[in-house]
Every structure is written in C-alpha cells, then in structure tokens.
C-alpha cells in the first residue's frame, strides 16, 4: 500500500493505536515505508506521543516504533495472533483510507473510544462465542456471563460437539493472548438475581445480549422436567435481565435473541414483528399473531410478550431479533486458532439441519429428511450472525421502543438443503443418499412460507448467501474431524408425541 500523504500516514498510525495491536510491525513498516513525503515521518513521531497520551503499555509502543523498520519483535509474535490481527487491520485501514477519516482510539482504561460495554449472555454457546470475538476484535469492551449448562446438556445425553472445544476459562485466556484484548468472563445463572445484580452493577454495560437460554425444541420435549425447566430458565432469566436494565442500567439496550419460529407457519406473509390490521372500519398496528411448535419456542413467545410490556411500562430499549436456522462454524475469529474454535453440534436434539447433513454425507449416511421435507424456514451463515448484532448494537432502539427484527438472509425447505448438500457431495467424490424419515415433530410439512427480511439490510447488512463455497467448505471441515462423528447421534431423538411426565433422559441419550 502506498501512502499519498501525511495524513494517510497518521490514520494508519491511529488504526494501529485504536486496536493496541502489537506483531503489526510488518505491515506497518510496509505503510510507512511507502509514503513519499518526510512529513509522514512527523505523523509517526505524533503517533508515539498519542500512544503515551492513550496509556498503552511499553510493549505495545515497541511495536509501534518497530514501523521504522525492525523486524525482530515481529519473529516473537504468534502465528495465530499476527494473521487475525493482519485480517483486521487491513480492513479498517481500507475502510478508514476510503473514507478519510479518524479512526477511534482506545481510552486508557480499554473502553474502546466510546464503543459501547456489551455483556454477552450465553457468550460460551454456539451464537454466543462467536459473537463475543466478533464484537471484542473489533474494540467493544465485553464481558461474558454464562452458567455453562449447555455443557451439561451433553453430559447428560451423552452428545458431544464435532470441535473438540476448549473450556470457557482456556478460551477466553486464549483469545487474549492471541488478540491482545480482554474478555471479562463470569460464571453464573441469569436466574440468581443476586448473580446477575453483581455482575451488571460491576461492568455497567451500555448493551446486554441476550442468549442465555435452553435454545433446542426437541429438549424441550424430553418430558415434563425439562419443558418446565425451559420456561423457567428462558422466561425468568429474561424476566431478571429486565429488572437488572430497570435498575441498574437504565440507559441500557437490550437485544434478545428470539426465533423466526414464533411465528410458525401461516399461510400469509410474514411482516418483522407488527402487522397492522383493518377490522371492522378500524386500524390498528399489532403484534404479529404467533403459533409456537414447541415448549421452547413458547418460551421465546413469552419472553417476546413480556418484553414488550417492559418497554411500554418501563421505558427500555429493546431489539427483539427473530433469528432463522444458523449454519457454519468458521468466523474471522474463531478461525483465527484452533484454541478458539467454535462448538459444532450434529445430533438430533441440538443439531440444526444444515449443520446435521453436512456431517451426514461426510460419514456416508444418509441425509434424514423429516416427513414430505417441504418445511421451509430462513437461514443465516454464523458470520450474519455476530454482523447482526453488531448492528443492533450500533444502531439501538429508543427508550421505550420495541424493535422487531427478522434475522434471517434466505429461505430454504428441507428438501432444498438436502438437495443442495448432495449435489455438493458429489462433487468431492461423496455418494450422497437422501432418506425420509417419519417426522418426530407436529408441524405442517407442505406449507406456504414467506417472511421480511429488510430492516438489517437496511442498517447495512451485506449477507453471506449460501453457495457451493460455503457448502464445500463445510463438508471439508467434516471430513477434518470424522473421526469424531458418533453416528448413533444422528437419529431423530424426541418424538413430540410421545412426551410425557415421567423422566426420558435415557429414551433421548445417545446410549439407547
């Protein structure tokens, strides 16, 4: 890259500044090298000063000064560090050149030049972790709060996640020293008031995103127990997050994740959370009738219902985002180090389908389609994900105000993703097979399905639309890691029908 001026030479400087990157030597030197006027030289002597000025560590001003031309601290400095750091400078350099303009600087004590606090509740699930380095790489101070029962949901069912996952503590010790940036992590249970009181008083979050909930239909029609146990954790917790907001921060915007199958299935367009209805010579703006299949997506109704109410009788500010299927595992971040990598489920209670027939054709079984595998719903890679909320972040909604949005990039029906994860099979040699299964769900298998989708596009959202990349990709990551796929997994688990009161853990486990 060649630097025209002094000023483009002191905006690389400051995007070097803003992120406290150190193991950037080379591709500063490389920025430095390449401006034409001694000016430029002045605009690095005033970036060092603006390091002091932002109290950055020695270690990190002897990155800076190693612009002039020292290679040596650069040959210490981790693979894995340097290659996500080089991904990221880059792109804010670009971003920053383009638009001629000042890039944030950090503050001394790490805010992140104004970016808003963010806790992410659940931040050791799938959404959740990747999320939290998407938004910490990127500046947000973060603090991670998760009781880590998804782990113990496996436990219990002998599942296992494809990524053989690091602990909490070892990841978040692992994105620190490979990013140079910290995340606060805090161990426990949304539900405990007097938890979640500690920690929201502690970080004083700007943002709270909300997670942290028994996210799986199928778990939550084991049996009696753990339908009773998803209402409570998902609702209550909810319901806890609220009162924290209410009292502890009330300038504090709250963005829920919520499902696209609240909605379910009606046989005309879906709107992004309100219709608005003319009955009987009078209009009014509603919100849009819902038609939950499970415990776990009446839970999410609940939470939608209650929250609501909370914005109109509290004055929050809340973002409820009705999230479609989520597919992938690889983000810029977690891809950055296998220490970092994110959990990748398969099975028949956590494994959503895309996810469960790339595995599938990996091992040569065949892909099982519930029923006639009409069933169409939205899809979103992982990386629109972590992007979505970033932007419901950035952009929050107004005191009072219940913002609905439809979080999803394309529509797909079962059949569809069979099809498209066969045909992608076969171009690396796999002989894809695709099966019907009876279906272990209650739900319309030849539907009309068409649900909005504009307001993230609106805020800037640039999707990653599902193609024969992504999809090799997949299947490769897959294949990596075969010899960790347990095919007895792979079997629909919980029959809807048939839940009951008496407990049903072993009927569900891997081990029946």
Not at 350 to 356: E, I, K, P
Not at 427 to 437: A, F, H, N, T
Request: hydrophobic share 35%; with cysteine; charged share 20%.
């Amino acid at each position: 890259m060649m630097l025209k001026s002094a000023s483009e030479c002191m905006l690389v400087c400051r995007v070097l500044i803003s992120q406290r990157l150190d193991g950037m030597a080379e591709y500063g030197c490389q920025s430095i090298r390449g401006a034409a006027h001694a000016s430029t030289r002045n605009a690095y002597a005033g970036s060092r000063s603006a390091v002091r000025a932002h109290g950055l560590t020695q270690r990190t001003l002897g990155s800076v000064r190693s612009l002039s031309g020292s290679s040596s601290q650069r040959q210490h400095v981790c693979q894995s560090k340097c290659r996500l750091q080089r991904k990221l400078i880059k792109k804010q350099v670009a971003a920053a050149l383009a638009s001629h303009q000042d890039v944030p600087t950090s503050t001394s004590n790490g805010s992140g030049g104004g970016k808003p606090r963010v806790m992410v509740i659940g931040g050791d699930g799938y959404c959740g972790w990747a999320t939290a380095l998407h938004l910490s790489a990127r500046g947000y101070p973060v603090c991670i709060v998760d009781n880590l029962v998804r782990r113990q949901y496996d436990l219990q069912l002998g599942l296992d996640t494809l990524t053989p996952i690091a602990s909490a503590h070892h990841r978040v010790k692992a994105w620190g020293e490979i990013s140079g940036n910290h995340i606060d992590l805090q161990i426990g249970d949304v539900c405990d008031w007097e938890f979640l009181e500690d920690v929201v008083t502690g970080f004083k979050p700007d943002a709270v995103v909300h997670f942290g909930e028994q996210r799986s239909a199928p778990y939550s029609m084991i049996d009696r127990a753990r339908a009773v146990y998803t209402q409570h954790n998902n609702v209550i917790g909810t319901i806890n997050v609220m009162f924290a907001i209410k009292e502890l921060a009330p300038e504090c915007h709250l963005v829920k994740l919520g499902t696209m199958g609240e909605y379910g299935t009606p046989n005309i367009d879906i709107e992004e959370g309100f219709i608005t209805i003319n009955h009987k010579g009078r209009t009014d703006t509603l919100p849009f009738p819902k038609q939950a299949s499970s415990f776990y997506h009446l839970s999410k109704v609940h939470d939608s219902h209650n929250i609501h109410f909370a914005t109109k009788t509290w004055k929050l500010a809340a973002t409820d985002l009705n999230q479609g299927i989520v597919y992938g595992v690889k983000t810029e971040e977690t891809d950055a180090d296998r220490k970092l990598v994110n959990r990748f489920d398969y099975d028949g209670v956590f494994g959503t389908a895309l996810n469960r027939f790339v595995v599938q054709a990996a091992v040569g079984h065949p892909l099982t389609v519930y029923g006639k595998g009409g069933q169409t719903r939205g899809f979103l890679d992982i990386r629109d994900t972590v992007r979505c909320i970033q932007l419901a972040v950035d952009n929050p909604a107004d005191r009072g105000e219940m913002r609905v949005f439809n979080q999803f990039t394309e529509q797909f029906s079962v059949n569809d993703i069979a099809s498209i994860v066969k045909k992608a099979g076969s171009k690396v040699g796999l002989d894809v097979q695709v099966q019907s299964v009876p279906n272990p769900r209650v739900e319309a298998e030849e539907h009309y399905y068409n649900a909005q989708h504009t307001k993230l596009v609106g805020l800037g959202l640039e999707p990653h639309l599902l193609g024969d990349n992504i999809i090799d990709s997949l299947l490769n990551f897959a294949i990596e890691y075969k010899d960790r796929i347990d095919k007895n997994l792979i079997k629909p688990a919980v029959n809807f029908r048939e839940t009951g009161s008496r407990s049903a853990t072993m009927k569900a486990a891997v081990s029946s």
